[in-house]
Nanobody, 119 residues
Framework: QVQLVESGGGLVQPGGSLRLSCAASGSSFSQYVMGWYRQAPGKQRELVATITSADSTNYADSVKGRFTISRERDSARITVYLQMNSLTPEDTAVYYC???????????WGNGALVTVSS
């Protein structure tokens, strides 16, 4: 059973940094694109960043140069990180971890981690 569990959200001041983690278990995820999405109040969910098993990355224009996605593997699971720097109030949202099968329509989501950027 695939599980995605986010951690690391919280309150941070503008200009600050946070690192989100997504513990992904239940699959090798070698055929999945892992990603982070976010949903701000009153807005649609949007892509933040993705990473493939070959460590190829993709970022939304709004976070390029400020956010970095990475992944680590151990014997039982992978962990996907999102390092967020130079945060602004516009980055306030619930951040969701996603695993998307590259060759079909299978999608898994975590429950989300709230990031609030405020002074």
């Amino acid at each position: 059973q695939v599980q995605l569990v986010e951690s690391g959200g919280g309150l941070v001041q503008p200009g600050g940094s946070l690192r989100l983690s997504c513990a992904a278990s239940g699959s090798s995820f070698s055929q999945y694109v892992m990603g982070w999405y976010r949903q701000a109040p009153g807005k649609q969910r949007e892509l933040v960043a993705t990473i493939t098993s070959a460590d190829s990355t993709n970022y939304a224009d709004s976070v390029k140069g400020r956010f970095t996605i990475s992944r680590e593997r151990d014997s039982a699971r992978i962990t996907v990180y999102l390092q967020m720097n130079s945060l602004t109030p516009e980055d306030t949202a619930v951040y969701y971890c996603n695993a998307r099968f590259r060759y079909g329509t299978i999608n898994y989501w975590g429950n989300g981690a709230l990031v609030t950027v405020s002074s």
